[in-house]
């Protein structure tokens, strides 16, 4: 997946996590395009507690209890392929402007290999935006065993 900056089709050099300045002098039609990897991806707690965060892009996306009743159990893992997660967009209502399905695996308690499932996420700006103190999300996924599987 490229991506990257070009101003009228020309590629512009831009460094990630900075600020890009365009010093030129700009006229009609002038076309500025930008291009993300919305591949969707885990990324690990950085104090090491055994949690990780879903993003598209650089886009955060969270459990939900309007989509995900057990929004606060822990996971067993989070199924990932080549350093990327699969992200199923689903319709959840006009409250959530993105939603996705993602495949994990759920421990059973009883001692079995953890189960393959699927959870429910949206993006974060839509997490918990009901306007009440009821409204319940996590970003942070607790993982029970921090596992995360390669394929």
């Known amino acids: 997946m490229q991506t990257g900056v070009t101003v009228n089709g020309k590629s512009v050099e831009a460094n990630p996590g900075k600020y890009l300045r365009l010093h030129r002098r700009w006229s009609a039609g002038d076309k500025i395009e930008l291009t993300l990897d919305m591949r969707g991806r ?4 950085p104090d090491n507690s055994r949690a990780a965060a879903i993003m598209r892009g650089p886009i955060v996306l969270a459990r939900d209890s309007r989509l995900d009743p057990n929004w606060y159990e822990p996971l067993s893992s989070l199924i990932q392929k080549d350093g990327y997660i699969d992200l199923k ?3 959840a209502g006009d409250e959530f402007y993105m939603a ?15 189960e393959p499932a699927e959870i429910t996420v ?3 700006m839509s997490a918990g935006n009901t306007w009440s103190y ?13 596992i995360i599987i390669h394929h």
């Open 134 to 146: 009821e409204s319940e999300y996590r970003v942070w996924i607790p993982l029970v065993l921090n």
């Open 122 to 124: 949206c993006d974060y």
């Open 89 to 91: 967009p689903v319709t």
């Open 100 to 114: 996705f399905r993602v495949p994990v695996k759920v421990e059973d308690w009883g001692g079995a290999e953890p």
């Open 42 to 45: 885990v990324i690990d707690s």
